[in-house]
């Protein structure tokens, strides 16, 4: 899920809120290129007082395309742009890399590369992908045995938990959640957006193609993308 700290509509603290409110246990909030929104997110957190886990993420746009950074804690002082050392940077600093969306091209994923890194997981479900580039995700994940998650892409507060993985941990912290899905105890559960959420995000597209025009923002980056798009 992305918040305002890159394109998403709404604050770490709305989306805080968001996940409570649908009983979500655990979010992991990955902005565009920046891990601020999901550090905003853990110290609010615990200065809310609530009974969420929160793992530090970030989305980064690699030479080959897209892929997730999950930390328990601090994400890595360095983020290189190419894939597999980002992959490397990320071990060492005890974080773990998933490719999203690998391969829908809309939404930059890393196609074919998939075979090639030390990932720890594959984005197997994108709430907002096509049904032929998830389903290839799967097989992917299936053919190198490694686990697949899912994830909701949420850019507005309503699509939040619209797909979302079961996860077997021993003790609910963010050490036990990165551990059960290095070693696979993650179930990912498929699900799309309600039609208000779709609104909502088609909404939001508009929004800030409209700011983008206006002048410089920290919408730019991602003109050459449609996350507003939806497609079954």
């Known amino acids: ?27 992991s909030i990955t902005d565009h290129d920046t891990f601020s929104g999901a550090l905003r997110a853990l ?19 690699t030479t080959a395309g897209d892929i997730l950074v999950y930390c328990s804690d601090s994400p890595p002082d360095a983020v290189p742009r190419d894939p597999f050392e980002l992959a490397d940077a990320a071990h060492e600093h005890g974080c773990i890399v998933v490719p999203a969306h690998p391969f829908d091209a809309r939404r930059k994923g890393i196609g074919k590369l998939v075979y090639d890194g ?21 097989q992917a994940a299936r053919e190198l045995g490694i686990p697949g998650i899912a994830n909701s ?18 003790d ?17 559960v498929y699900g799309r957006p309600s039609f208000s959420a779709i609104a909502s995000t088609l909404a939001w597209s508009i929004e800030r ?8 923002s920290r919408l730019d980056y991602i ?3 449609d996350y507003g798009a939806y497609t079954f």
């Open 43 to 61: 110290k609010s957190a615990k200065s809310m007082q609530l009974d969420l886990v929160v793992i530090v993420g970030a989305e980064i746009r």
């Open 118 to 138: 030390q990932w720890d997981a594959i984005e197997v479900y994108n709430a907002y992908s096509d049904p032929f580039s998830n389903h290839k995700a799967e």
């Open 172 to 188: 609910r912290n963010a050490d036990s959640v990165i551990d059960a899905i290095k070693t696979g105890r993650v179930r990912p």
């Open 153 to 170: 892409d949420a850019h507005v507060a309503s699509a939040i938990g619209s797909a979302y993985n079961i996860i077997e941990v021993g």
């Open 1 to 27: 899920m992305h918040s305002t700290f890159s394109d998403g509509r709404n604050s770490p603290e709305e989306i805080l809120l968001a996940a409570v409110e649908k009983d979500l246990d655990v979010i």
């Open 209 to 216: 193609r409209i700011k983008r025009r206006r002048g410089p």
């Open 223 to 225: 003109d050459d993308e």
